[in-house]
Nanobody, 127 residues
Framework: QLQLVESGGALVRPGESLRLSCVAS????????VGWFRQALGKEREGVSC????????YYSDSVKGRFTISRDNAKNTVFLQMNDLKPEDTAVYYC????????????????????WGQGTQVTVSS
């Protein structure tokens, strides 16, 4: 059974940092490209970052560029999202997702590209 499990979400204050983890089980993650998405209450799910299977290309949305860093450790079957300088507008449930299809700048943030999703982890940024 293919499964992704996110962790690391928490309640933090503006300006603080968090690192989210996405661990795969039931399959070898290094065959897959992995994206991070988020969904705020009452809003559509949006793509924030993606890393290719070999970690040679990364993508970021404009809203997180310069503050978030995606990385992966294929030996641990894990992808990370380091989030710095968090803002209240970063509050959302964060999901990781995997795809065998190579992402492009136009598709990395499209939910239809990904076929395996985690259950999400809550990130709340509030003073």
């Amino acid at each position: 059974q293919l499964q992704l499990v996110e962790s690391g979400g928490a309640l933090v204050r503006p300006g603080e940092s968090l690192r989210l983890s996405c661990v795969a089980s039931g399959f070898t993650l290094d065959w897959y490209h992995v994206g991070w998405f988020r969904q705020a209450l009452g809003k559509e799910r949006e793509g924030v970052s993606c890393i290719t299977k070999n970690a040679d290309v990364t993508y970021y949305s404009d809203s997180v560029k310069g503050r978030f860093t995606i990385s992966r450790d294929n030996a641990k079957n894990t992808v990370f999202l380091q989030m710095n300088d968090l803002k209240p507008e970063d509050t959302a449930v964060y999901y990781c997702a995997a795809t065998p299809v190579s992402p492009t700048p136009r598709t990395y943030d499209s939910t239809w590209l990904y076929d395996t999703w985690g259950q999400g982890t809550q990130v709340t940024v509030s003073s």
